[in-house]
Every structure is written in structure tokens, then in C-alpha cells.
């Protein structure tokens, strides 16, 4: 039996924290999904700095926000309840 976890951290209010926990949660050999919701991630260096952590960590981010659709995959209702049912823990920041 698997201890692997399939986690999914919803950015809601705290994108830059989001994107730390969901780095952070990788090193217990989870697979981590991480969606970006609310509004754009703003541009910033902490940001910048965090969406490195992301890479380095093979997260690839999605987002239910329209206006980040171009760099990011756009989940509509019925792909972030998907997400949701699919997670075993769902994490809110």
C-alpha cells in the first residue's frame, strides 16, 4: 500500500504562501497540485522567487482566473470539482 498522498493547495487569499506550502509539501514525496484562484498572482520578487521553487519542484500550477489563462492551464467548475474529488487533502490559503 502507497503512503503517497495526492494533495492540492488552493491559492485563494495568499498566493506567495500557497506556493510555499505546496513546494514544501513535495518533500514528503506527495504528488502536490497547486491552483491559483481570487485574481492574477501578482508580479513580484517573492513571487518570481516562489514560481522557481515550483519548477525546481515539477508543480505545474493551473488557475480558475481567466485573465491567466495564457500562462497557465484554466480549469472551469467542472475540472476544479475534478481536482477536488480527486485529492485526497485540499489546503486553503
Known amino acids: 500500500m502507497s ?3 495526492k494533495l492540492l493547495v488552493l491559492a485563494r487569499r495568499d498566493h506567495a504562501e500557497a506556493m ?3 513546494a514544501g509539501l513535495t518533500i514528503f514525496g506527495h504528488a502536490v497540485s497547486l491552483v491559483f484562484m481570487d485574481r492574477p498572482v501578482e508580479d ?3 513571487n518570481a522567487a516562489n514560481a522557481e521553487l515550483l519548477e525546481l519542484t515539477g508543480i505545474e500550477p493551473q488557475t480558475t ?3 491567466m489563462a495564457e500562462d497557465l492551464p484554466l ?4 475540472g476544479l470539482a475534478a481536482a477536488l ?3 485526497d487533502a485540499v ?3
Open 3 to 5: 503512503t503517497e498522498k
Open 20 to 22: 510555499r506550502v505546496a
Open 44 to 46: 513580484t520578487a517573492e
Open 65 to 67: 482566473v481567466a485573465e
Open 75 to 78: 480549469l472551469d467548475a467542472v
Open 85 to 87: 474529488a480527486d485529492a
Open 91 to 93: 489546503l486553503s490559503l
